[in-house]
């Protein structure tokens, strides 16, 4: 089902369509787009709150700028929906998030108007400074670099990295502070509150108004624009003799708070900025969901609701007559609550992803031993380190894929002390419809090659709820549990919580002439392809290594001298990841004579799509797992060999 777009929207295949209107007119090209989105995700699904809340800020920018000469850089990709539908992706928008689609966010190969390719947040203001000095350095100096940033990804310590360089330079760089007091959850932090404290104070919004009205004079005076701009900025300097300014104090001129969604407003705020050269930043004041009331209203669940009803606003959701297993994440904050009751030095740590962890399910009744530090991984990550040089057990809870941003907060500050940090990377594996920059593909290989850390992985929620029990009761290193997004296979999942020996594997099914080995997760799919493997007529043994590392010599020394032929399964990186640990291990051991086949991700970046899908991409879901058995296979039942033959 194609969504037709409005009548002005459907005519804008490229920003130079949107400049050829009169201004009178973006007020309905908002709208246009602003339902253009609701109609969309309601039916295909996505993230939607926050593209919501920049309808305006984005058409003001492709109409007063000239786009994709001058660069827009977005931060993170939920907000990017205008820009998408504005820069003749219109047509396609619909494949959005989809497996061969378009990608959720921008992307540099997808369009010269994704001037940079974002997924993680906090990048924008220093890619947009590196594009606006080589401009500088190849003599286009009327270029403009435009970062458009939300004061969620304002609390990143690169955000104020990339502030404090384009402050002492003079680059032609404007940062927008999209500021709405939202992440996915609400903001934590100092910053939050400061930028409260402008948005509300009497005093900045006069001195805002003496300021705006003094640009607004630019172009009447003419060649004497320049002492006006002066005067603006010498006024505002004054005053903040009184009251001091972040932004100001880092060397970026400031203006603002300015209405986000004041399109005719907006326009006439950017073309005056145009002619103010160097580091400046424009505060932009939003709300997320903005134009449709349940997403002003709840933000956090409205960020990415998945597909509704627009009309009724409800939120659709498969019905099942059965009860089905939880999500991996809904394990992990149940059980994290359940030992913080036995246990008070147990605490939760997560940078900005407390719903999207479940760890709001410990802060709503532990709110002082649930900490949500904003977008900060590096910080999550030492700051969880300190409280474990202070004898309190925490669990540092950080995406896979984001725990790339805290790589050496975790070998410094963690593993080189050895303090028992408990890292529960959430996410591991294929991440689906975020594609490429939120796939969990790394952490087994980088995690493994680190001293002192145990690295883990559950193939079932009873299983997690073991090792985050052996990790409290481990203490002497650190510990690292990763599992995927999504549920698992058991529905009566609250079982008695066991510790089970450090390095340890288990046989889930002894076999004969095959073994497969499996880490995490996708061991299931093992399980469930017994019938066919019955069927088949082979038989495979199954061994669920759950522990990386150590990994279990003793069970590997049992599995080579039984098996010629070796399978390894992982859902993460095949360079250096679990198959790869098990092939060290073999070659150390003197295992020359021995098949070993692995998969895995492979060495290419795979974007966006179901995890299944994806998953078949990179040969290991159920299919690719058997097609493996059966190509290693000498017994293979005749049946089985006409219907691969026929394929």
């Known amino acids: 089902m194609l969504i037709e777009p409005g009548k002005l929207l459907a005519k804008i295949d490229s920003p130079s369509d949107l400049r050829e209107l009169s201004m009178d007119k973006l007020y309905q090209v908002c709208e246009e787009l602003r339902q253009y989105i609701i109609d969309n995700v309601s039916i295909y699904g996505g993230h939607f709150g926050a593209s919501l809340g920049v309808t305006e800020l984005t058409t003001a920018l492709h109409y007063v700028y000239n786009t994709p000469y001058d660069r827009i850089v977005w931060d993170v990709g939920h907000q990017a929906y205008n820009h998408k539908i504005l820069t003749g992706r219109r047509d396609q928008f619909h494949t959005n998030r989809q497996y061969g689609g378009l990608s959720g966010f921008p992307k540099r190969d997808e369009s010269d108007y994704d001037t940079f390719g974002v997924g993680h947040s906090s990048t924008s203001i220093s890619a947009a400074l590196g594009m606006a000095i080589a401009s500088k350095e190849k003599g286009e100096h009327d270029r403009q670099h435009i970062a458009v940033i939300g004061d969620g990804s304002m609390t990143a310590?690169?955000?104020?990295?990339?502030?404090?360089?384009a402050g002492a330079s003079d680059a032609n760089i404007l940062i927008i502070l999209n500021d709405n007091r939202m992440a996915i959850d609400p903001n934590q932090g100092a910053l939050k509150d400061y930028l409260t404290d402008i948005t509300t104070s009497p005093f900045?919004?006069?001195?805002k108004d003496e300021v705006w009205n003094m640009l607004g004079k630019v172009k009447k005076i003419g060649p004497h624009a320049q002492q006006a701009v002066s005067a603006a900025e010498n006024a505002l300097k004054s005053?903040?003799?009184?009251?001091?300014?972040?932004?100001?104090?880092?060397?970026?001129?400031?203006?603002?708070?300015?209405?986000?969604?004041?399109?005719?407003?907006?326009?006439?705020?950017?073309?005056?900025?145009?002619?103010?050269?160097?580091?400046?930043?424009?505060?932009?004041?939003?709300?997320?969901?903005?134009?449709?009331a349940l997403a002003e209203k709840d933000q956090t669940l409205w960020h990415a609701p998945g597909k509704f009803d627009k009309l009724t606003g409800e939120i659709k959701k498969k019905v099942h007559k059965t009860p089905q297993p939880p999500k991996y994440q809904t394990v992990f904050g149940e059980t994290i609550l359940e030992m913080a009751r036995e246990n008070d030095k147990i605490m939760g740590i997560t940078p900005a992803m407390p719903s999207g962890c479940s760890l709001n399910i410990m802060m709503k009744e532990m709110p002082d031993r649930a900490i949500d530090v904003g977008i900060a991984e590096q910080h999550?990550?030492?700051?969880?380190?300190?409280?474990?040089?202070?004898?309190?057990?925490?669990?540092?809870?950080i995406y896979s894929t984001f725990m790339q941003r805290a790589y050496d907060q975790v070998v410094h500050d963690a593993c080189i002390q050895n303090l028992p940090v408990i890292f529960c990377l959430d996410r591991a594996g294929f991440a689906g419809a975020d594609g490429a920059t939120h796939h969990g593909a790394y952490d087994i290989p980088f995690m493994r090659c680190i001293p002192n850390l145990v690295v883990a992985a559950p193939m079932n929620e009873a299983e997690l709820r073991h090792m985050m029990k052996t990790a409290v009761n481990h203490r002497t290193s650190p510990f690292s549990i990763r599992y995927p997004r999504g549920q698992g296979v058991m529905p009566e999942w609250r079982v008695p919580m066991e510790e089970i020996e450090v390095g340890k594997g288990r046989t889930v099914q002894e076999g004969e002439e095959i073994a497969i080995l499996t880490f995490g997760h996708i061991g299931n799919y093992v399980v469930q392809l017994r019938d066919r493997f019955q069927v088949a007529g082979v038989n495979p043994g199954h061994y669920d290594m759950r522990f990386v590392k150590p990994i279990d010599a003793e069970l590997l020394t049992e599995i080579f001298a039984k098996y010629d032929k070796i399978i390894t399964i992982e859902d993460g990186a095949l360079m250096g990841g679990f198959g790869s640990a098990v092939l060290e291990w073999m070659m150390d051991n003197q295992y020359t004579n021995k098949t070993v086949v692995r998969l895995g991700i492979p060495d290419t970046i795979i974007e966006q799509g179901e995890q299944i899908e994806l998953q078949r991409e990179a040969?290991?879901?159920?299919?690719?797992?058997?097609?493996?058995?059966i190509k290693l296979s000498s017994v293979v039942s005749e049946d089985v060999k006409v219907l691969e033959k026929t394929k």
């Not at 310590?157 to 360089?165: K, L, V, Y």
């Not at 900045?204 to 001195?207: E, G, L």
């Not at 999550?380 to 925490?394: K, N, Q, R």
């Not at 040969?619 to 058995?629: N, P, S």
């Open 204 to 207: 900045y919004n006069k001195i």
């Open 380 to 397: 999550a990550v030492t700051f969880a380190a300190g409280l474990a040089a202070e004898g309190m057990i925490p669990f540092c809870n």
């Open 157 to 165: 310590g690169m955000a104020f990295e990339a502030m404090n360089h």
């Open 239 to 292: 005053a903040l003799l009184e009251q001091s300014n972040l932004f100001e104090a880092l060397g970026l001129r400031y203006f603002g708070p300015v209405d986000g969604h004041d399109i005719n407003h907006l326009v006439h705020v950017f073309e005056d900025l145009k002619k103010i050269p160097g580091p400046k930043i424009l505060h932009a004041v939003t709300v997320k969901g903005k134009g449709y």
């Open 619 to 629: 040969g290991f879901d159920h299919d690719g797992i058997f097609d493996a058995v």
